[in-house]
């Protein structure tokens, strides 16, 4: 027999971050449930769908030595519980391990008893590793928004709906393509270096952004385990599993060219260029375009015999004057995890090449849509 008394608002706490890893669909029945063990005085939960998920822990919780072990809580009529149980003090929760009896949820004047599975029959994932890296949590979190915008997640290529780990010296960069843009953020090694594989691993996006969930609630560093076919990212009290996207990731060099002009614009006033100049574009086509001349940076569009837009900000450029077409909303979405305030650098060789935007450890590379006129 499980039972056991936890604080309620710790409990949706974890409850809310590990039912983000419980697949939407699923031909295992037993994965739509949240596994859950109390053992030494320690609550886990868990949720995967055979290749990702996440594992998260509190101590705040009590129970007698008799009363330790696992049971599954199906995952949307317990969410509907821990959100109606707001307000109260704590949760008593208890059940058979074996799913004969139901799981039951005790708070305030409410009782309320789920039938469940064996916990027995729920796929464990072994995330124990030797080999690991530490990097700072909130600069990982910042790095994943920086570039996981720039994956395909629809592409029939596997690897480019994924993001590429590589180990550069003292820092670990984060690399995201679709063959059109090139985004790139890197991240400085904790205290911890650690030692990290010759592959560079490439990572799927749904543990990413678990790996986000988990780096919202920890102040220190993620230690990553990369070892075979699995990457473990370990966030204080929960854990973020995963297996690596197969393939070849492909060349940046196509991408990454010599630059010769260049340019700096506020975050905000180029956000604005590309907002406005988006209103009057074609939904297929989706083309602007950006120009540099003295003191000034526009950005235009036209929508046959519909309209068109010209919208200027004045800018300390002084070089030639420079404009290329590309399509807006990489840039759109790498600006939008950018500071307002800030100054991003831009760079160009010419009109036919791609543009490089830059901001501290992160940059985008995005080529022209077509020769500008």
Known sequence: ???????????????????????????????????????????????????????????????????????LLPHERTSSIVKESDGAESLIISGNQNGVEPVEFTFGQSVFRLQAESADNYPHVTTEMDRAVAVPAALLSTAIARVMFAADAKAT???????QFNNIGDRIELRATDQRVLAKSSVPMGEMPGVWPDRHPIVGLQVLKLVQVACREHDGDVTIHCDGSVIVFEAGNTTVFGRLLEGRFPSVDKIELKHTG???????????????????????????TLEFDAGEVRSRSSIDKLGS???????AYSGEPYSVVLDPQAAQRWLSVLPMEANVSLAWESSEDPV?????????????????T
């Open 1 to 71: 027999m499980v039972k056991f008394k936890v604080n309620r608002d710790e409990f949706a706490r974890i409850w809310n971050m590990v039912v983000r890893a419980v697949p939407g669909r699923t031909p295992r029945e037993v994965l739509k449930y949240v596994h859950l063990r109390v053992l030494d005085g320690m609550l886990t939960l868990t949720a995967h769908d055979s290749r990702d998920g996440l594992t998260v822990s509190t101590t705040d919780c009590e129970t007698g030595k008799h009363h330790l072990g696992e049971l």
């Open 157 to 163: 290529n596997y690897v480019l709906s994924g993001v």
């Open 262 to 288: 260049g340019a700096s614009v506020m975050v905000r006033d180029l956000a604005w260029l590309l907002r406005m100049a988006s209103i009057t574009t074609e939904r297929d086509s989706n083309a602007i």
């Open 309 to 315: 837009s010209t919208n200027t900000r004045v800018n």
């Open 356 to 372: 490089l935007f830059a901001y501290e450890s992160s940059s985008l590379v995005v080529a022209p849509k077509v020769a500008a």
